[in-house]
């Protein structure tokens, strides 16, 4: 099983980050789909989840209508797309994919750093 994240990297606040989660080894699309982050000396908090089929998802109020997950059943890819970004977005950013008790995994993470 295999979650590799994608897409992170210094942005100025307000720009717009697509951050990529390529998933292998699992059947990705009868697992539900979560973009986490983590920043210094905080929790990992739950940012964005995806239904299997895609057609609702659920997010932090901390980035709604900012933030947009989406994924691809057919390209086992999981996508957030980052607008409007500030510096209390900075983070490491996990992918996850759930299906139950045993079935849970973690990618590697991802850095997203929103300076000026």
């Known amino acids: 099983v295999q979650l590799v994240e994608s897409g992170g990297g210094l942005v100025q606040p307000g720009g717009s980050l697509r951050l990529s989660c390529a998933a292998s080894?699992?059947?990705?699309?009868?697992?539900?789909m979560r973009w986490y982050r983590q920043a210094p000396g905080k929790e990992r908090e739950l940012v964005a989840d995806?239904?299997?089929?895609?057609?609702?998802?659920d997010y932090a109020d901390s980035v709604k209508g900012r933030f947009t997950i989406s994924r691809d059943n057919a390209k086992n890819t999981v996508y957030l797309q980052m607008n409007s970004l500030k510096p209390e977005d900075t983070a490491v950013y996990y992918c996850?994919?759930?299906?139950?008790?045993?079935?849970?995994?973690w990618g590697q993470g991802t850095q997203v750093t929103v300076s000026s």
């Open positions: 995806i239904s299997i089929t895609g057609r609702s998802a």
């Open positions: 080894g699992f059947t990705f699309s009868t697992y539900l």
């Open positions: 996850n994919a759930w299906r139950g008790l045993g079935f849970d995994y």
